[in-house]
Each structure stands twice: as structure tokens, then as C-alpha cells.
């Protein structure tokens, strides 16, 4: 019996119900490129009647399609239909009534338990995938066993010379242990065996990590990993890859099919079972394992599962939706190194660094959340110097006396470890300068920028580190500080990032004590500790804030707007009279937006005009080296960049709730399922990272030709 089919009895026993799709003889009475089998007038899908959809990542592009073909629109528009929680999450949406369909891989163990408790399901496979094995394409091994994966990935095979190839030492990739692909490498490969443990280097965030990592490892062919066959039979994605066969099987559709592959994995359709037949919800379910859901799936390049036979209630479908070309936005940008790099590498020849979005995933219960993505590092010409590793990436800064953000030409570079990083969240960081001339390893638990330097903690030492090269200029043991338990720091639990400052020429240490009535201050230059009263720090602080000087604006509903700061004031006629609530941006422009995001303006604090009173949103951008005035158009569709003084600079192009902000002097345009780098002075593109959610893959891509 093929390995899929084994999998059904044992859902089956979970008291998960297995359902085929109704039968019902029929003839394809079709006209043009509208489909209505069999005599019943066709079930017409509209948005409100669409179910609510939910799933797995790689399968987002069929339900992308499904959507254009019933709703008679381009692929792109149904983009928001397909807003996928991953697997583990679709399935807990669905039993908690936030989804009502789903195309998902196989539940969990732990997920199935939990649809037996919570009710009665129907959940059918639709298509088929595979777990296949990539090397690089000079690899001269064409083939392997089960036997011989599994002994690769146990460590007892160790060179490429012991299953037919070059004297090389095989380096075997792997994904982590949230990766679906992961999931089916363990169940359908291992069998129970432990894997090997390997190296953070060998075990990339995304699976187009491993599939360049596999591509570039060491300008070598001594690399394998792998992928779900999707990804794999996707030309752009596999190019420089070449698939092995297993057990003298290729992982072919005819043979994934047959079930003559070893390593199948089925993906679902599912439903709650008490549906009637004629809801939207039992008519779409019924439709995708019927002939034209195997047609779907077949056309974007999966493998169906048997058909079901035609549906009992017919749907209208548009098929030239589906032979609609998109027209994909060109790949643009390149690397500075060909392999992957993890930790930035120090170099004279950079020049400025800036922040750039990579890999991105679904990291939160809700269904309808935007991805939270990676970062790395590239130039502002778009090259890529550090891979997308990070969760967050900042300058540093620091408050002087006065209130005033004051910033360093220093990154902070934060990733995720929970055996070293900080006790409160695992945070782990590196510094870097901003030129990316000097780094620093990931050993920091906490950095704070100051007028002398920067702190940086961790759990043995408190050090000064100069701003210049990184090295450093003092440290302190935590007991010399009068800090017995340094992971207890408020600093480090995450529970007050504020607690460690910059303060009247000292670094404020928190408060300690028997009741936490002790505020320490470290002096820098002597290296003494000095104690004051909680309360006289808690009055200072609120003194401080209070003299901190703010604009207060004021209208007097009667057109006229008066802003304040200190002793200034300035009144003249709003652009906006109902907006009651402008801001003042780098010092002399107002910012006028209407609390309905309809209509905005800018002017000088004397009501000289910036920018006339429009639709749309404005923003200011203010950089180190230029600012800039963004009015989104059409709900982020569109976004039209002005300089400072209101000059029309370039114009871009956007989609439905994209955003743009400042990474350096580069605008960052994010939308969903890419980020896009801009020069503001010409609107030209030097960078599109693609993020792992649909059928672009992975981070960033090479420009094309």
C-alpha cells in the first residue's frame, strides 16, 4: 500500500471523518471560458459568499488561483482572499470558527487529537506532495536510498566517496524544527531516528535558504537538503539544483501520483461535517475534488488526488483568470557575497548599511495578521552583505538633558537564542558600525547608546564599548556594580528597556534594594557607584518630561489653527478646517490628515502652502541626510513622494495597504509579500526581496539576466 493511503486509517482512528465529494453523472456543458456542468444553473461565488479560507503556505498559490477562477478577478486582486496561518494555526482557526475552509498539509499528531475533542470533521486529500532531495547540479550523484538519506543525516555516512561520488565531505542540510518540511523529514525519512545535530550554519530560516545555501555552500557540490516537490518543480527556484532519485524512483507527478515515490505527503481539504450541501462552504469542498479542481491543481503544478467525480450543485468558473499572465515585478538586486552570510563580515569597502526585509513567516494567533518578517543587511546600492537573520534591526540612540533624541552611527543587531540570549525574551545582539567597518559577535544581552560610549550587558560584565571601532573601554563585574542577580535586570526581563539610561552624566543602573527604593548611577570615568532615593529619580524623570518642550496645536473652529512650542506661536488658516489635530514635522512643516485618512496638506508655520489640500494621506519622512513628504493614494495603491519643499520627486507603485518608510536614505515600500527599496530623488528600484508566502519564493533574488 503507497505511504499516503497509510495515513488515512490512522486519521480515521482520530474519528476524523473521510469524506469524497458527492457523485453525480453529468455532461460539461461549458461555453467559452465559463464552465456549468451538468443541467442546474451553475452556484455564482461572490465575495460575500466565498468561505473563509485558510491553510498552509505552499498551499496559498492553488487557493490564490481558486479565487480568480470563481471570482472572475486577476490573481493579484484576490490576494487578501489568501491571507494563510500555516498549518498547525489553519486548523485550530477552523475548529475555533475563524476559518471555514481549509488546503492544508496533514495535521499534526497533537492537532489531529485536538479535532477529535472538538468536534466532527471532513477533511479529504486534494493533491499530493513529496519530500525530494536536492545537491548542487554539479553534483555527479544522481541517486540514493532511503537507507543511505537516513544514514547522512545520522552522521555515519560522512563523504560523498561512500554512495558513489567525489572525495568531498557531505554537508547535510536541514530545516528547523517548526518547518513543515522539517515535520515530514522526521516522519516520512527517519522512521525514528535521531538526526544529527547540526550546526547553526547548517540549518537556514527559510526554505530558500536551503535551497541557495545548497546551491552556493563553498562554490562546492558537497551540499544536500530538502524541499517539498512544489518548490522543487519550480524552474526559477530549483535553478542550479538538481532533484536525486530515490530508491531508483524520480520524484516525478506521473510517480508521486501512482504512489511509487517514498516519501508522499497528502494535502487536505476540510470542513466542519454539519454543513448542508447546499452551503458555499460544501459547495466549494465538493468542488475542489471534482474534475475541475484536479484541472486546478494540475495547472499550478500539483499533483491531484483522485477524482471525485462531477459536484452535485455545479459552480461557474472564469478559466481565463487562470491563463491570465501576471506581470510578476522584475527581480532586482544582488550580493555582495555568494554565499549565505549569518554574521556580518567587517569590510572598508561598503560604504553605508541599511536594514533591508528578507524571510517572513506567521508568528501570531490571528488569522488575519501581517507576516512578521527577518532582517539583514545590504548597501544602498541594493547588494546584500548579511542575510536576513535578524529580528530586529535599529540605531542606536540616546535622550540628552535637554529631551532630544540624540543617534549613533551604530546598528543593533538582534536575533533570537534562547540558551544565550537575555533571560526575559532570548534576545541575543551584536553591534556594527553603520559603514559596517567593525561588528561585534552576538553576545549582548542589552546596548544602550550614551554621549561616552556604549553599554553593553551581558550575564558577567557590564562594558563601555567605543562608538568608533567597537572595542572595548571599561567593564564591571555585576557584584562591583552592587547587582547580586544580573538576569533579575528589568533591562535584560524585557520588563523595562528604560531601566538602564543615559542620565546627567551618569548611567542609571535601575532600582534595587530590599523594596526597590535604591536608584544606582555608575560615573563612567571613576568607575564609582552612587545611590539615590527611588523617589527623587522618579521625581526627576517626571521634571525632566515635564520642562521637555512639545508643539500643542488648537483650533478655533472657525478655520483658524494656532501652534504652539514654549513661547512661540503661530496662527493662520487651516488647509483642513475640520482636522483639529496637525503635527509639526522637522521643526517648520505642518501636517494636516483628516481623521478619515481622505484628505491631507502640509504648510509653513506661517500657512504658507507645501503641498495643497489633496486626497490622500501624508507622512513625513525625515532622514540624517533628507526628508521627504509620501501621500499615499487609493489606499496605499499609489504613493507620491515629494522633497521638503513640496516638488514632486517620483511617483510608485504600491498595493492595497501597503506602507513606505525611511531604511537609510532608501524608501521602503512594504507590502505584503515583498518589500521594495527605492532612491527618493529618481523613484529607481534597487532592491525586491520576495518573502516565502505564496508562489514567489524566499528572500532576496538576483537581477534578472
Avoid at 563553498?218 to 542550479?240: C, F, H, L, Q, R
Avoid at 475542489?288 to 484536479?294: A, I, K, S, V, Y
Avoid at 491543481?297 to 500539483?302: F, N, S
Avoid at 552583505?385 to 552611527?409: F, H, K, N, W
Wanted: charged share 25%; glycine share 10%; aromatic share 10%.
Amino acid at each position: 500500500m503507497k505511504q499516503w493511503k497509510k495515513l488515512l486509517p490512522a486519521l480515521l482512528s482520530l474519528a476524523l471523518l473521510v469524506s469524497c465529494g458527492p457523485k453525480r453523472p453529468g455532461t460539461d456543458t461549458s461555453v467559452g471560458d465559463v464552465s456549468a456542468p451538468g443541467t442546474a444553473d451553475p452556484f455564482v461565488f461572490t465575495r460575500d459568499s466565498l468561505p473563509r479560507l485558510d491553510g498552509s503556505t505552499s498551499t496559498a498559490p492553488m487557493a490564490q488561483a481558486m479565487c480568480a477562477v470563481l471570482l472572475g478577478e486577476g490573481r493579484e486582486q484576490v490576494a487578501d482572499l489568501v491571507q494563510f496561518s500555516r498549518t498547525t494555526q489553519s486548523y485550530r482557526n477552523l475548529m475555533a470558527g475563524a476559518a471555514d475552509l481549509l488546503l492544508a498539509a496533514e495535521p499534526a499528531p497533537e492537532v489531529a487529537q485536538e479535532l477529535k475533542q472538538e468536534g466532527e470533521w471532513l477533511l479529504t486529500p486534494f493533491a499530493t506532495d513529496a519530500l525530494v532531495f536536492v545537491v548542487n547540479e554539479d553534483n555527479p550523484v544522481d541517486s540514493l536510498t532511503t537507507e543511505q538519506v537516513r544514514k547522512i543525516y545520522t552522521g555515519q555516512i560522512t563523504n560523498w566517496k561512500e554512495v558513489g561520488g567525489e572525495d568531498l565531505d557531505i554537508i547535510p542540510f536541514q530545516r528547523n524544527s517548526e518547518a513543515g518540511s522539517q515535520t515530514l523529514m522526521e516522519k516520512l525519512v527517519m522512521d525514528g531516528l535521531e538526526m544529527m545535530d547540526a550546526p547553526e550554519a547548517w540549518v537556514p530560516d527559510s526554505m530558500m535558504g536551503l535551497l541557495e545555501a545548497v546551491r552556493e555552500y563553498d562554490n562546492s557540490p558537497s551540499a544536500i537538503g530538502y524541499t517539498v516537490y512544489y518548490y522543487a518543480n519550480d524552474m526559477e527556484m530549483a535553478k542550479g539544483l538538481k532533484v536525486l532519485t530515490i530508491d531508483g524512483v524520480s520524484p516525478s507527478a506521473e510517480a508521486i501520483q501512482a504512489g511509487e515515490y517514498p516519501f508522499l505527503n497528502p494535502y487536505y481539504v476540510a470542513m466542519a461535517k454539519d454543513r448542508p450541501q447546499d452551503d458555499p462552504t460544501h459547495i466549494l469542498y465538493n468542488w475542489l475534488l471534482g474534475p475541475d479542481g484536479r484541472r486546478l491543481a494540475e495547472e499550478l503544478g500539483y499533483v491531484p488526488a483522485s477524482d471525485a467525480g462531477e459536484p452535485l450543485i455545479p459552480v461557474e468558473v472564469d478559466w481565463s483568470k487562470l491563463d491570465e499572465q501576471e506581470k510578476p515585478l522584475p527581480d532586482i538586486g544582488g550580493r555582495w557575497y555568494q554565499e549565505r552570510v549569518e554574521q556580518l563580515r567587517p569590510s572598508q569597502e561598503y560604504g553605508q548599511l541599511v536594514p533591508f526585509e528578507g524571510a517572513a513567516g506567521y508568528f501570531s494567533w490571528q488569522a488575519d495578521n501581517w507576516p512578521e518578517t527577518l532582517i539583514g543587511l545590504m548597501t544602498t546600492g541594493g547588494k546584500v552583505v548579511m542575510d536576513p537573520v535578524c529580528s530586529e534591526i535599529s540605531r542606536l540612540y540616546y535622550t540628552d538633558d535637554a529631551g532630544d533624541s540624540q543617534t549613533l552611527p551604530v546598528w543593533e543587531l538582534e536575533k533570537g537564542d534562547p540558551e544565550r540570549g537575555s533571560p526575559g525574551n532570548g534576545a541575543l545582539i551584536a553591534l556594527a558600525a553603520q559603514d559596517g567597518s567593525w561588528v561585534t559577535e552576538f553576545r549582548y544581552w542589552g546596548v544602550k547608546g550614551t554621549p561616552v560610549g556604549i553599554f553593553a550587558g551581558d550575564g558577567h560584565k557590564l562594558y563601555l564599548l567605543r562608538q568608533e571601532d567597537g572595542t572595548e573601554k571599561a567593564s564591571w563585574s555585576w557584584d562591583q556594580l552592587g547587582i547580586a542577580r544580573p538576569e533579575s535586570f528589568p533591562w535584560f526581563t524585557g520588563d523595562a528597556y528604560e531601566t538602564a539610561q543615559w542620565y546627567d552624566g551618569g548611567f542609571f543602573l535601575g532600582c534595587w534594594g530590599e523594596n526597590w527604593d535604591k536608584a544606582l548611577f555608575l560615573d563612567p570615568e571613576t568607575g564609582e557607584v552612587t545611590a539615590l532615593a527611588a523617589q527623587d529619580w522618579y521625581d526627576r524623570i517626571q521634571k525632566r518630561y515635564q520642562d521637555t518642550l512639545w508643539w500643542d496645536s488648537k483650533t478655533d473652529g472657525q478655520g483658524q489653527v494656532t501652534l504652539t512650542y514654549g513661547t512661540d506661536s503661530f496662527t493662520f488658516p487651516s488647509p483642513l478646517p475640520e482636522e483639529e489635530f496637525p503635527y509639526v514635522a522637522g521643526g517648520d512643516r505642518v501636517i494636516f490628515n483628516d481623521t478619515q485618512g481622505d484628505r491631507c496638506a502640509v504648510s509653513l508655520l506661517n500657512g504658507q502652502e507645501v503641498l495643497p489640500a489633496q486626497d490622500g494621506q501624508v507622512e513625513a519622512l525625515q532622514g540624517d541626510e533628507a526628508s521627504w513628504l509620501a501621500v499615499r493614494k487609493d489606499q496605499g495603491r499609489q504613493w507620491n513622494i515629494y522633497d521638503w519643499k513640496g516638488e514632486l520627486s517620483c511617483t510608485l507603485e504600491g498595493e492595497e495597504d501597503s506602507w513606505l518608510s525611511l531604511s537609510g536614505p532608501l524608501l521602503e515600500l512594504r507590502c505584503r509579500n515583498y518589500t521594495a527599496y527605492y532612491e527618493p530623488e529618481s523613484g529607481t528600484c534597487v532592491f525586491r526581496t520576495w518573502f516565502s508566502l505564496g508562489d514567489r519564493g524566499g528572500e532576496a533574488q538576483e537581477p534578472a539576466g
